[in-house]
């Protein structure tokens, strides 16, 4: 129990004042994602869903919010020196976007095999591409050399207080778009989407349920979870592209703390939530962004009794950014 205690009063990197404050900042940059719904999708699952559509946010993806609180939380003289980032591809254009709104550089470090699609979203908004190879050490290690280089900030992707406070901002507009949702369905990878959306969430309703959706092939989170420390693999092996990376020191207690369970899906799973994206709602959703409605037509997660009263479930779409071209190829095969 005394343990129990110590966790609920662990102070996180970020809290509901810190993602209202967010709220104030970004207001007048973002956009207000509608909520989209479907009786047919309601029908297939069984419950009543709500996507909250951040595939139409600036730069394609939820990530601008956090990019966006970060940058414009800088004072002057930080903000003069730019900022600095790896990234695969969401938060890299996201961050780039919000640097040129502010009128600052954006150092941009992006491992090789990036999608196209994202490292041209990059370029089109004036980032600095900086390329590394694909491994998390490589990527640390040129961030790294530009940050001595530049004297820029590291805006991390995920594990910074500024961007979990920026990524809350969902859940302040999403309850009350739809304030009936008692459970929410959130992608997972380095935790800062999710972090903060069920920081916001809980604060708002205590009672509400926030549940992971995870690719069997990068389950780290699932697993961390389980053995109540973060653990890392020795590689990932997902279409989803966008959830490849670890959980964070400042992510993690959270999701150990506030995230209620971690539903994992196979990649198949992923792609027949996404044509039903583009068939049914008519939305382009990338891979990443339609883990959630794999999650909640999944066998596991319809068979969990732990999970049954789930009635009015929202469902972030978290990015639109497709590689057109192999998506093409792929419709060819």
């Not at 996507?51 to 993806?61: D, I, L, M, N, S």
């Not at 004072?75 to 919000?98: C, W």
């Not at 009263?309 to 779409?317: D, E, M, R, T």
């Amino acid at each position: 129990m005394e343990a129990e205690n110590e966790i609920r009063r662990e102070k996180y990197v970020a809290d509901i004042s810190s993602i209202r404050e967010a709220e104030v900042r970004i207001k007048s940059f973002i956009h207000k994602t509608p909520v989209l719904s479907s009786e047919s999708l309601n029908a297939a699952s069984g419950r009543q869903l709500f996507f909250k559509c951040e595939c139409f946010q600036k730069g394609g993806a939820f990530k601008f919010r956090g990019a966006c609180n970060a940058v414009f939380s800088l004072d002057n003289d930080e903000a003069a020196k730019g900022v600095v980032t790896h990234s695969s591809g969401n938060h890299a254009a996201a961050l780039s976007l919000a640097a040129k709104l502010r009128g600052i550089p954006a150092y941009i470090v992006i491992p090789n095999g990036a999608p196209k699609c994202k490292v041209e979203s990059v370029m089109r908004y004036g980032g600095q591409v900086i390329w590394s190879e694909a491994t998390m050490q490589s990527r640390e290690s040129v961030a790294s050399k530009v940050l001595q280089e530049t004297c820029a900030v590291l805006v991390h992707p995920y594990n910074d207080g500024r961007i979990i406070s920026g990524q809350g901002t969902i859940s302040l507009e999403f309850l009350e778009q739809a304030p009936q949702i008692d459970t929410l369905i959130v992608p997972i990878s380095g935790g800062g989407l999710i972090s903060g959306v069920a920081l916001a969430a809980k604060s708002i309703n205590p009672a509400i349920r926030v549940l992971a959706a995870e690719p069997m092939g990068a389950d780290d989170a699932a697993r961390s979870k389980a053995a109540g420390r973060i653990i890392t693999l020795p590689e990932t092996n997902t279409v989803a592209d966008g959830l490849r990376a670890f959980l964070g020191d400042f992510t993690w207690p959270i999701v150990r703390d506030l995230v209620d369970d971690i539903i994992t899906v196979e990649d198949n799973e992923i792609i027949e939530a996404m044509k039903l994206c583009y068939e049914i709602l008519k939305v382009v959703v990338e891979p990443s962004g339609a883990i959630g409605l794999a999650a909640v037509l999944s066998d596991s997660f319809k068979n969990n009794p732990a999970l049954k009263n789930c009635s009015n479930i929202g469902i972030i779409l978290s990015g639109g950014n497709v590689d057109l071209g192999k998506l093409w190829d792929s419709y060819r095969k």
